[in-house]
Structure formats: structure tokens, C-alpha cells
């Protein structure tokens, strides 16, 4: 595994290997018509790896469930896993996170996902996934990694600590509603504003030098990082581009705004 990023260049000649597994984490409309790469099975934040209980989207299920989940899509300890998904990078950097948070560091994400893997003329296959056989996968979660709203106000407070949200500058501002009914329009104090799309072109991530110009001209020389989002997935674009422009210190707040954003306590300002 070259890093947490490979090319289909990458992936193609490997299909096949054994102890690779490749997950389509592709949601909502970026499902597509149903194709995906050979032997690609389905990593679903909307359904199964999600803590459906919780009231809040796209919450990182317990680390036993989320075992369970693994083992029943085949995935080994000793496997490597690359995650894709229709849009580009979006949902992909989600799952991956998921699997850092639990110990699991032999996943990359698919540059260009889907998209770029069908540009470049590579073999697809529709209809349902052949079923794999039981993994063995064991779940080692690591503190830190997805953080709550405590963690997040604390390093609000922090001058050491960066804390960016990746959602549009009309969000983030206020002057756009938020998709999810009941929330408040605005953002956190002290918060910074990088949309995830600008560290991307075409879908793809952009070159690592582009990236830390981009993370540190916000940041300064801080280098612990803590991203947010509307509900965990595109913090987690944001996390993807940070590893790869060379932060190490790093976590995603799971609630994101679906949680700052309700009516609370918590502090919201609006404006740029």
C-alpha cells in the first residue's frame, strides 16, 4: 500500500489479488446505475455502518458492530482494502477514517473513485456482489480520532489546535439555509472555513504541495487539526487531505454540524 491514496493505475493490474478487497462506500445519488468496479463490495454509511439508534446521521457504530460489519464483507486483518465511491472522493474518505478510527491502516481511498476508474476504460461489472467468505477483522478503536462536542469546544479554545468546517462558505457564513430541517445557520467560534471540493479537481485530490498551502494558510504553523462538516462525511475529505500534505494529528467530529447546529448551548456565529 503506497499510502492512503492510490491511482486506478494502482488498483487494476491487482484486481483479483488475493487479500485485497476493494469497497464501494458510493451514497445517495452517486450510487449510479449499479455498476462498480470487479468485485467490489458495498461499504453502506446509510445503512449498516451507521449507528442507526443514534439520532444523529452517519454516527460511527460501536466498535463491536462495526467488527461484525467488516467480518461479513470479508475483510481480514492481514487484507488490503481500497475504498471508492460515484462521486469522486466524498464518501470514500468517510469509510476510510472509519477504519483508521479502528485500528486499520492497510486502506487507501480510490483517486477519482468511479469516475476516474470509467475515464480510464476499465472493466465494470453490474448485478449483485458475489458474497465473500467470513473475515476475521478485529476492531482496535483509537481514541482521538472521531471526537465529540466536548473535545471540539475544548480545542475551539485552544491557540495550538485548528478547527475547520468543510462545508460551503454559504453555510458556513449563514446566508444559506442548511439542508437539515431544525438546525441553526452559521458556524462554530473560531472556526475556519475550507470547502472540501477546493482541495479536489475533477474529483481527484489535489497534488500534496497545493494541499499544505492550503490547510497552513488557515492554520499557520498549528499542526493539530480538527475537522467538521454537516454530518462527518466531508470532514473526513478534509482529514484525507491533510494526511497527505503531512499532518499527523488529526480528528473528525462525528456530530458535525447535525449536532452544533441544533438548538443549544453550544456557541454560533454567523458572518464570514
Do not use: K
Not at 476493494?22 to 445503512?47: E, K, Y
Not at 469516475?115 to 465494470?124: D, E, K, Q, R, V
Amino acid at each position: 500500500m503506497p499510502g492512503p491514496l492510490v491511482g486506478s493505475d494502482w488498483l487494476a493490474p491487482r484486481l483479483g489479488e488475493p487479500g485485497l478487497v476493494i469497497l464501494d462506500a458510493s451514497v445517495g445519488t452517486h450510487r449510479g446505475s449499479g455498476q462498480r468496479i470487479p468485485g467490489a463490495r458495498r461499504f453502506d454509511i446509510d445503512g449498516a455502518l451507521s449507528d442507526h439508534p443514534h439520532p444523529l446521521p452517519h454516527t460511527m457504530p460501536c466498535a463491536d458492530a462495526f467488527a461484525e460489519e467488516m467480518r461479513a464483507l470479508g475483510v481480514d486483518d492481514a487484507a488490503t482494502v481500497v475504498v471508492y465511491d460515484g462521486a469522486g472522493i466524498y464518501s470514500s474518505a468517510r469509510s476510510w477514517w472509519m477504519l483508521r478510527a479502528m485500528g486499520f491502516d492497510r486502506a487507501a481511498v480510490l483517486d477519482g473513485g468511479l469516475p476516474a476508474w470509467i475515464t480510464a476504460g476499465l472493466p465494470l461489472e453490474c448485478g449483485e456482489p458475489v458474497p465473500s467468505g467470513p473475515g476475521d477483522f478485529t476492531a482496535r478503536p483509537r481514541a482521538g480520532l472521531l471526537v465529540g462536542s466536548g473535545e471540539v469546544v475544548a480545542a475551539l479554545a485552544d491557540p495550538t489546535v485548528a478547527v475547520f468546517d468543510a462545508r460551503s462558505r454559504e453555510r458556513f457564513s449563514g446566508t444559506a439555509d442548511e439542508p437539515r430541517p431544525g438546525l441553526r445557520g452559521g458556524h462554530m467560534p473560531g472556526a475556519m472555513n475550507l470547502p472540501f471540493g477546493e482541495i479536489l479537481h475533477d474529483g481527484r485530490m489535489r497534488p500534496a504541495p497545493e494541499l499544505r498551502a492550503a490547510f497552513s494558510s488557515l492554520a499557520g504553523d498549528r499542526e493539530r487539526l480538527v475537522f467538521s462538516c454537516g454530518s462527518g462525511v466531508t470532514a473526513c475529505v478534509l482529514a484525507l487531505g491533510a494526511e497527505l500534505a503531512g499532518y499527523r494529528e488529526l480528528s473528525v467530529y462525528d456530530g458535525s454540524w447535525s449536532e452544533w447546529g441544533l438548538p443549544s448551548e453550544l456557541p454560533v456565529v454567523t458572518g464570514s
